[in-house]
């Protein structure tokens, strides 16, 4: 009986060793990789429409599995069941991923945001500027970028948020909310930025914002997880939206009407949301006036603290992570090995 047992033992730990990661392939490679994605017309949309990932990955024989997350919340809640390899978002959310200790790294700016994101008042209202926004209720999605933009708004004008009512809705429902018309105004994204416009006017919007001093990114993370294990594949996912990038810069209209094609938008809105967000090359995001380098780490280290500290405030994060802890979150690294 007790050989019996032993030989068992032995069988299960030698299956444990074969199979230890069931998404593991025969190459050493994972067997797919799992992509969260927000509905916006970036470099991402762009390089999923034109085969880009399936060029740096499926060749390998991994396949490319595309999730979307209407938010970074349900992203990140993704991540911490490790049910997601990359994401995007904003990066708001990432600050929050860093304070409650998610697996992750931030790997890459999708782009500055600009006219795709605004505050948007009921056409029929009086409201025409940011004081005759008081006493009434604003929705926006809280701890993102619409919501940071929108408090900085509130603070260039003298304002807190004790002077509004400021509600915590997700995207789709503040589309029904606002259709209800049970909201005065909302901070909020595409594609519900662009439904909403249709019944209100358009305040201010993350481009002026940018104009004032006040700027806001989507970025990529990856679970660390993942990039521990497979650093030359995150490298590759690079190449594949530096890809996306180049031909938008190089071809813009065939980049927009990849994005249009692949999100199911009109062309000519997606340029207008295009054209009015700033993408960044490779050798832009190491900057200094973005990313930086391993050695050297740019201007957006400090406007994730600052924006660190705004969240804190809002007690949407318990603490502010330590520039130490910043530099190590924000990964540059791949970038720079992407460029070799």
């Not at 470099?43 to 979307?68: H, R």
């Not at 929050?96 to 994101?117: R, Y």
């Not at 909201?183 to 104009?211: C, F, H, N």
């Not at 190089?250 to 980049?255: R, V």
Request: hydrophobic residues 40%; glycine residues 6%; negative net charge.
């Amino acid at each position: 009986m007790k050989k019996n047992i032993g030989i068992l033992l032995v069988l299960i730990l030698v299956l444990s060793a074969c199979g230890g990661n069931s998404n593991e392939g025969k190459n050493g490679l994972p067997k797919k990789i799992t992509v969260g994605t927000i509905r916006v017309p970036n470099d991402k949309s762009v390089a999923m429409q034109k085969g880009f990932f399936t060029e740096y990955f499926e060749d390998k024989g991994i396949e490319v599995e595309f999730l979307f997350f209407d938010s970074g919340t349900a992203a990140n809640v993704a991540f911490a069941s490790g049910d997601l390899d990359f994401a995007g978002m904003g990066y708001t959310n990432a600050v929050v991923a860093l304070s409650k200790d998610i697996n992750v790294e931030l790997i890459w700016i999708h782009e500055v945001l600009g006219a795709n994101e605004a505050l948007v008042v009921q056409n029929d209202s009086k409201i025409n500027s940011a004081q005759d926004l008081k006493g009434k209720k604003i929705a926006t999605p809280f701890s993102s970028t619409s919501h940071y933009s929108l408090m900085k708004y509130l603070e260039k004008n003298d304002m807190t948020s004790r002077d509004v009512t400021l509600l915590d809705m997700n995207t789709q429902d503040i589309f029904a909310a606002w259709s209800r018309g049970d909201l005065d105004a909302t901070y909020t994204w595409e594609p519900t930025l662009s439904k909403i416009k249709e019944s209100g006017r358009v305040i201010v919007d993350s481009e002026q914002m940018s104009k004032d001093g006040v700027s806001t990114v989507n970025i990529e993370l990856v679970n660390k997880a993942f990039s521990s294990k497979y650093p030359e594949l995150v490298e590759d996912y690079i190449r594949a939206l530096s890809k996306a990038v180049d031909l938008y810069k190089n071809s813009p209209d065939e980049a927009i009407q990849a994005a249009s094609d692949y999100l199911k938008f009109d062309k000519d809105e997606v340029k207008s949301q295009m054209q009015g967000t700033i993408w960044l090359t490779r050798e832009e995001e190491l900057s200094s006036e973005y990313l930086g380098t391993e050695k050297t780490p740019g201007a957006f280290h400090n406007t994730f603290y600052e924006t660190a500290e705004f969240l804190l405030e809002e007690r949407k994060i318990d603490k502010v992570p330590t520039m130490e802890e910043i530099n190590g979150f924000i990964n540059s690294k791949y970038i720079e090995d992407s460029l070799n």
